[in-house]
């Protein structure tokens, strides 16, 4: 089995063998061409593994972040074409009194699609479903025929009600068809997301047919790549709550797979932290580009029925909630037109990279202020498979225009970084109430375990964890997760005794568990688990308490009394206070067909029973006050037990590991490197 991770910077790659060992390797993300590093391990570890192959990418994010999109066409009830453009109608916080403020995805700036190609078409459903204005076929065609002039490489459709009856929406799908041809992406909200509210609903729509598109075509070359080393069948992509599901069953809703990437490292926290006992854990993977951070609360990564991959686009999908922050080691440090020095958000990413990979890259970075101290070694970076050039992030930082010399400004740079990642955790756990005092850091990433340790006084966290294998430990979860089929709907029942009521949601669920069953191979279906779940509120609400458990069995009056005993008791988890003489609505129900996959099993390692840990001399300099003796370590020369006091440095080929001075660093059982304060 392999997991690949396809990163802004690096494609990180995991190959479980068939001897059962972990066998990883690290490869430069190619921006233009993103398949390539797919492709290229698995070359590498064909002969290695069984081929089965799981698969996270962010080239559907990147695709739309920066709005490197085809041209697509919206159809919506007359009358409604500009709800693209109103959004939600919320401004960000920081820009309440900016009157120069625009929204980035609205008509003034960079619109998802021209208005001109937002067509409203003559017909209308009524909140209970009822056809109030039936279809007009002939205004329809007149409006499909405006899209092939302009030659649309794709439509969404969004009509207003349609997630009670889908019916018109249906049968525009069934025009564009005929007239478009068979094959032409189409996504419509009744399929893609049938939910109330909807812009959401748009939003979400509009993503999905982008999501066809462009990573339509990147699952056609890496299929088509892979397949040449023997990956021809089972081949899995991760979703935004990094589950797997089958390439196939991913393209027929592919917005749910646009935010895989980051999402797969906290499942890989998640099951690596029951391993160790471990289950409230703040992760923090920081790679080249940015520092991405996760909460785990009671063994459960935190999960949202929503995300926001920019100010007002909303894409309705379960998502692990990760607060992402452009700091990384490529990083860029830069001075404004105010003098201030800044480090970030922009990134030198892997192409040209930070000045020392010698690629035509002039301004430094994070990585360079490492290479300059000493954190990292020049011929050691990437396990010796790239060199790094440390007169070029010295000429970098000398670029740099501040009236400062060059230790001043490596020192400088370094720990803008180190309290910019700092206040990007306090603002993800104290903000929202959490004491990072009573939770794991874990650090991870090419440069988490490099740079987290060093945070531990600045947060008060009781102690930092490197897992096994940090710099590809996203391609990891890969291999820690499930194969989930999940779906939801809307639809608006109060909880009661009312037969009919109980009728009506075992056939919303129902009716979505058959569906999902038929995707699922015949010989897999015997394994399923059911998890089923609600969203709902208290009558005179607008606002949903998501992911209230209910039962997994035929509803019946019992169960209604137990999903509003489960409302009840997590509506005061969630806020604090219950009113449970006030009635409940469900709103939305959402169901997961779970299959067990193996895991990734971790070996475990030896105790020292004789001989002495070997320590070489280095120093540090820039970053500390004088010049630092330290002693440096193998991480793969280590075993369970082992201590070391800081400060001190761990290498191994994907990574670096910083004990500071002040923190004793110890080896777990599975040769994982727990970090505390030395008492």
Known sequence: MIGIDVGGTFTDIIAMSKKGEILTAKLPTNRENRELAVIEGARIFASESDPILNHASTAGLNAILTRNLPKIGFLTTIGHRDILD??????????????????GCGDASSPFVDRYLRRGIQERITSRGEILIPLDEKQARAELGVFKNCDVKGIAICLINSYINGDHEQKLRDLIREIMGETFPVSISCDVSPLAKEYERASTTVIDVYMKIVFGEYLNRVTEGVSKFGFSKNLNIADSAADLVPFEFAMKKPSRIMYS????????STHFGELIDETEIICCDIGGTTSDIGLIKGGKPTVKATFEVEHDVIVNTLAIQIWSIGQGGGTLAHVNSAGELLVGPQS???????????????EPTITDAC?????????????????????LSRQAFEQLATNTDLAAKVKQVYELGLHNIAEGILGVTVERGIDPRDYALFAYGSAGPMLVPQLMERLGVGKVIIPPFPGVYSALGLASTDMVYSDSKSAYIELGSDQKMVEKINRVFSTMEESLMQQINPEDREHVQVVRSFDGWYEGQTWETPFIPAPSETITEESIDTMLSNFHVGYQEMWGNMFPFLPVIATTYRTMLVIPTKKLEYPELPRRKTGEMIAQQKSLQYITDSELAINEYRRDALLQGDEIEGPAIIREP???IMVCSGQLACVGKYGEIHIERRK
């Open 86 to 103: 109103m959004a939600r109608a919320w401004r960000p916080l920081q820009e309440q009194t900016n009157p120069l403020w625009r929204r």
């Open 348 to 362: 030198a990413g892997s192409d040209p990279g930070p000045a020392c990979y010698g690629k035509g890259g002039h």
């Open 654 to 656: 994907k990574c670096t």
């Open 261 to 268: 990437g980051p999402a797969a490292g906290i499942k890989a």
């Open 371 to 391: 290479l300059l101290s000493g954190i990292l070694r020049t011929e050691e970076f990437l396990g010796g498979e790239m060199s790094l050039y440390p007169d």
